[in-house]
């Protein structure tokens, strides 16, 4: 930006801030609005007393940001994101638990379940959402997000409850199962972009870190109930039956947050535009003023600027974090689709108790996501390399407890009754901490990057996310009928090392890029 000082305006920040030196001929009237054309050494004297008042007042402001406290009254608004994240993640897992009976029910074979039902799916719920998050993300930089939110939610619970209703067990029924699986998948992929960037303009920068946090913990929490209920209902009134528990609570969040949340920058330009005083459009064009935008809630396919993809790349922590996504994912679909199956078909559990594994994976989740997101807001303002560090170490050591899962023998996992052991448990619980990544690499990508690419930049992330998560099940399907099971899921969790060494990779662009703070892409804008 280019600071300009007034004439006559004693007094003015920008005026006291803005010192010129010229030669000692010059010392007219702009001397006492803050600029000295006269001596150099009065010009040092004043540039150096205005540049003092600019960062004394930035310092001040920075550090009231700083030690804000999360306002009583977001919670509500806190709780309601929270819970609609929930509820929209609750759909993911539903069908794991009941893979079998699904299957039985589509009348396909054993090698069937596991290419269709765990690949073919997958890839369509996780990869179309991916694609359809590219075009979420430069429309969440420019729509009204909160419409934009309730709308994502009902695409994926109005499909679920009309297939949880209607869906014929015949062959057919499995392409209606496959076109709600994509539609979930569709909302999945397009809340992300939205759910973070509304919640980068809500909350203070101080709470960023917590919130995303919760909202990255409301995901796995919503996947693990949703998996449990699945497995506990599934069996005993159908494998439909959840698909209907979960999508009624779900549409009933779509509706209030239509109707209790407003968008901030919504908001500001609704007072930007009564504060210009424009009253007709036909009449500012006319005299070649700047347009202002409709409050229709629309938004031309012109005004979705997809260059930003190219500038936020520019970015290297940006670029790391992206790179990362695609194998630490994979580990995790190969959780989401195939272990509650495995642990039921060839470790001897009972459905219900396979799930019940599962369940501790994710309440564990929670726990390290919380905890992880928290003790990480506060390395990232001291010490950010550690931080890196931390998340890269936490993806590594997760590997382990999962290889030992799957490759532990029967009777070390499950016990006579078909219930499962301490041991089990214990592993899931501790493999729980590779979710302390999730809500730190997402707080990063807050703090980063400007407001105006913030949607682009989380829909870029949600498609790396989601070609880790659709490609996993699928390529784990290739080489489980190739190597078997157990090296197939081994060889998946084996991918949390590699995702590991490129975390750690971040220690030295975050300094770099978290130093500059939203301004990451100043370089980049004229572009």
Known sequence: RTRRSIPGADGNAWSQATTVSQPNSNSGGWHNAGTNFGSADGATANRSIGADAWNKGNNGNHNLDEEKRFPPELYGTFVLLFVTALCLHADQNLAAPNLS?????????????????????????????????????????????????????????????????????????????????????????????????????IFPASQRGFVSACISAATNVGAA??????????????????????????????????????????????KRAMDNGIQNPAFSAWMGTEEVSSAGGYVRMEELDFMKFKRILHVRTNMLIFAQALPGCIPISCICTFLADYLAVEQGMTVQASTAVTAVFGVSCLCFAVTGGIFGAQLYTS????????????????????????????????????????????????????????????????????SEVRGTVFSAFTLFDDLGKGLGPSIISAFTSLLGRRVSYTLAFSLWWLSGAILICLRDSLQRDGARGGGSLLPFKSK
């Open 383 to 450: 010490r950010k390399g550690q931080l890196a560090l931390l998340m890269g170490c936490a993806s590594c050591f997760a590997a382990l407890p999962f290889m030992l899962l799957v490759n532990s023998s029967r009777s070390a996992v499950t016990s006579s009754s078909g219930r499962p052991t301490a041991w089990a448990f214990f592993l899931a619980l501790i493999g729980g901490c590779a979710a302390v990544t999730g809500p730190n690499v997402r707080a990063i990508l807050m703090n980063i990057n400007d």
């Open 225 to 270: 109930v949703g998996g449990m209920m699945s497995g506990i209902v599934g069996p005993r009134w159908g494998w439909r039956v959840p698909f209907g528990i979960v999508a009624i609570p779900a549409l009933v969040c779509a509706v209030l947050v239509r109707l209790l949340l407003t968008d901030p920058r919504t908001e500001r330009n609704k």
């Open 101 to 201: 009976a699904i299957a039985e029910d589509f009348q396909m074979t054993p090698l069937q379940k596991d290419t269709r039902l765990g690949g073919m799916v997958q890839f369509g719920f996780f990869l179309i959402g991916g694609a359809v998050s590219l075009l979420v993300g430069p429309a969440t930089d420019q729509v009204d997000r909160v419409s934009l939110l309730s709308a994502v939610v009902c695409s994926a619970c109005v499909p679920s409850l009309m297939m949880s209703l209607w869906v014929p067990s015949t062959k057919a029924g499995f392409f209606y199962f496959f076109l709600a699986r994509i539609c979930t998948g569709i909302a999945i992929g397009g809340s992300f972009p939205v759910l973070f960037s509304l919640v980068a303009d």
